[in-house]
């Protein structure tokens, strides 16, 4: 498979100032190769915590809604930069488990997303590990500059 027989670009972002490179990158594929882009941020749902579950109760009125419009609001303004892209919120529980879920779900041909940076040397994340190992497409991994 060429660059060019991709159909469908989903680009992973984590909300970060990275996450504009790699926006970045996932578009020049997608013009490359012709393909739709889709820009997608995968959250725990709102009343999740690592430690277990927050009390709905313990959240200030309008707290859930607000996370909610300001992952919104942030993944629009990324999409905002390519006219053509689609920005997507899913909630999930493991983000590499979602995002393959969602990859497969909606036929995407390329998943683009970002290694971390860690002082000297560059590495996998637990996302990109789980992707490179598990994504139902291919996968491109961005290095930080």
């Given at each position: 498979?060429?660059?060019?027989?991709?159909e469908?670009?989903?680009?992973?972002?984590?909300l970060?100032?990275?996450?504009?490179e790699?926006?970045?990158?996932?578009?020049?594929?997608?013009?490359?190769?012709?393909?739709?882009?889709?820009?997608?941020?995968?959250?725990?749902?709102?009343?999740?915590?690592?430690?277990?579950?927050?009390?709905?109760?313990?959240?200030?009125?309008?707290?859930?809604?607000?996370?909610?419009?300001?992952?919104?609001?942030?993944?629009?303004?990324?999409?905002?930069?390519?006219?053509?892209?689609?920005?997507?919120?899913?909630?999930?529980?493991?983000?590499?488990?979602?995002?393959?879920e969602?990859?497969?779900?909606?036929?995407?041909?390329?998943?683009?997303?970002?290694?971390?940076?860690?002082g000297?040397?560059?590495?996998?994340?637990?996302?990109?590990?789980?992707m490179?190992?598990?994504?139902?497409?291919?996968?491109?991994?961005?290095?930080?500059?």
């Amino acid at each position: 498979m060429g660059i060019w027989s991709y159909e469908r670009v989903g680009c992973c972002v984590d909300l970060t100032d990275r996450s504009r490179e790699v926006q970045a990158r996932a578009a020049e594929v997608a013009d490359m190769a012709g393909a739709s882009l889709s820009i997608v941020h995968v959250t725990p749902p709102i009343t999740t915590a690592p430690s277990g579950v927050v009390p709905r109760k313990s959240l200030e009125p309008g707290t859930v809604i607000d996370i909610r419009a300001s992952l919104d609001a942030w993944i629009e303004e990324l999409a905002s930069h390519d006219p053509d892209s689609k920005a997507e919120l899913i909630e999930g529980l493991g983000v590499g488990e979602t995002l393959c879920e969602w990859a497969e779900a909606n036929r995407v041909s390329l998943i683009v997303l970002g290694a971390r940076e860690g002082g000297a040397a560059t590495s996998f994340g637990s996302t990109a590990n789980y992707m490179v190992r598990h994504a139902p497409c291919d996968v491109l991994i961005v290095r930080p500059d």
